[in-house]
C-alpha cells in the first residue's frame, strides 16, 4: 500500500509576479528572518493531508471536471496572523472565479474525509511563516495582478537539503 501524501489545491505565481514581491520584500519590508521561498509562493485553494492513492486519483478525476473561466487577482494588501506568525499577501476583491474553484475543491476534500477546514476560505500568498512580530513594511506594496488561467494539485514535503517542496503533481487549465 503506497503512503498517504500531503496535497493541496493551489495557483501559482508567474515570474513577473514572483520578481515583483521578491523585490518588494528585500527592498521595502524588515524582517528577523527570510521570507519563505519564492518557488513555493501560491494561493491556496483546499489544504489535503493524508491523502491515499485512490483519493488522490478521485481529487484529480473531480477537478478535471470544473469548468470555471479565466480569471484575474489584484494585489495591493497585506495582512498577519499573529497566532502563527503568517504575514502575507491577499486579493484585493475574491473573484466569484475563485470561490468557484475554491469552495467545491475544498468539499471534495470533505466528501473523501480528507479534511474538513472549519475555517472560511481566506486567499493569501505565505510570505512570512512562523515570523513574530510582524515584519515591518517600509513602503507599500505597488499593486500587481496575477492572471489565473491554471490551478495545480501541489504535493507538499520536506528534504534534509532543500526543506519545504510545493511540488505540482497535475495542472488544470480554466476555461
Known amino acids: 500500500m503506497s503512503e498517504a501524501k500531503?496535497?493541496?489545491?493551489?495557483?501559482?505565481?508567474?515570474?513577473?509576479?514572483t520578481e515583483h514581491l521578491e523585490a518588494w520584500l528585500t527592498n521595502?519590508?524588515?524582517?528577523?528572518?527570510p521570507h519563505t521561498k519564492p518557488s513555493n509562493w501560491h494561493l491556496t485553494l483546499a489544504f489535503l493531508p493524508?491523502?491515499?492513492?485512490?483519493?488522490?486519483?478521485?481529487?484529480?478525476?473531480?477537478?478535471?471536471?470544473?469548468?470555471?473561466?479565466r480569471f484575474s487577482l489584484m494585489f495591493s494588501e497585506t495582512g498577519y496572523w499573529a497566532h502563527n506568525g503568517i504575514f502575507?499577501?491577499?486579493?484585493?476583491?475574491?473573484?466569484?472565479?475563485?470561490?468557484?474553484?475554491?469552495?467545491?475543491?475544498?468539499?471534495?476534500?470533505?466528501?473523501?474525509?480528507?479534511?474538513?477546514n472549519h475555517y472560511e476560505f481566506s486567499p493569501h500568498i505565505t510570505l512570512y511563516r512562523s515570523h513574530k512580530p510582524c515584519p515591518e513594511t517600509n513602503q507599500a506594496i505597488v499593486?500587481?495582478?496575477?492572471?489565473v488561467?491554471?490551478?495545480?494539485?501541489?504535493?507538499?514535503?520536506?528534504?534534509?537539503?532543500?526543506?519545504?517542496?510545493?511540488?505540482?503533481?497535475?495542472?488544470?487549465?480554466?476555461i
Open 88 to 116: 502575507y499577501l491577499k486579493p484585493d476583491f475574491i473573484a466569484p472565479q475563485l470561490k468557484a474553484l475554491a469552495e467545491p475543491l475544498r468539499s471534495k476534500g470533505t466528501e473523501l474525509d480528507i479534511y474538513d
Open 28 to 33: 521595502s519590508v524588515t524582517a528577523k528572518k
Open 149 to 174: 488561467n491554471q490551478f495545480h494539485l501541489y504535493h507538499s514535503y520536506r528534504t534534509e537539503a532543500d526543506g519545504l517542496i510545493y511540488e505540482p503533481i497535475e495542472t488544470f487549465d480554466l
Open 6 to 17: 500531503r496535497l493541496f489545491f493551489g495557483i501559482g505565481l508567474d515570474q513577473r509576479m
Open 50 to 69: 493524508n491523502v491515499s492513492a485512490e483519493q488522490q486519483a478521485q481529487l484529480i478525476e473531480f477537478a478535471r471536471a470544473l469548468q470555471v473561466a
Open 143 to 147: 499593486p500587481c495582478s496575477l492572471q
